[in-house]
């Protein structure tokens, strides 16, 4: 299910400094490792053995998926997947 | 370096002020490219915590989508520090993500919510790595 997946500045080296890019899985794991076969390194950024990095934002269309089903929130095809770090500090 | 219009400056004092002591964050949106922060947009603290700040997740998808449509970066991310100096401490370093950005520290320890003086002191941090840099402040 190709979805299309906007990349924040930061994780662009990765992508050779494109701003979007398309993943394929059918849930979110799945296109995060999809995004690793192309751009190896990236889900290591992404996420650790607990799931999704705390301080990493990964929205489908609009909603934050920590609030859907984290890394088993289903990927539609067609669906926008944005990922963006945190902005916090202390 | 940071170049910059006076009255932005005293638009995060006032914000660092008025939340003291919490911290106080938000972000100066500029031109793509342009490097010139100008548009002044305060954010909610989410952590609401005198040590702590975080953007509230629904409220970055949304300063990031309006960036976006108008073809701005954060130029000056910026937040306080309410009982030590506009220093970044370990937790800013670990989770800066704006390489391009200019890191805004702005201590209330002196002021506090009243009319004392803010330090105010720019920063770079890069993969780690501080490097403060002078503010140049225009009209």
Redesign the interface.
Known sequence: MPAEVRIPTILRPYTGGDKIVTGEGVDLGRLIADLDSRYPGIAERLVDEQGLRRFVNVYLNDEDVRFLGGLDTVVADGDSVTILPAVAGG | MLTIRGELIDAMAAHARADHPDEA?G?IAGPDGSGRPERFIP?VNA?RSP?????D??D??RL?REMDDRDEEPVV?Y?SHTATEAY?????IS??????AHYVLVSTRECGSGDGPVEVRSFRIIDGVVTEEPIEIVA
Do not use: K, N, Q
């Open positions: 964050c972000v954010m952590a040590t702590f700040y975080e953007f997740s629904a970055l998808l990031y991310i937040h970044p401490s370990r937790t800013d989770y800066a993500s704006e390489p391009g």
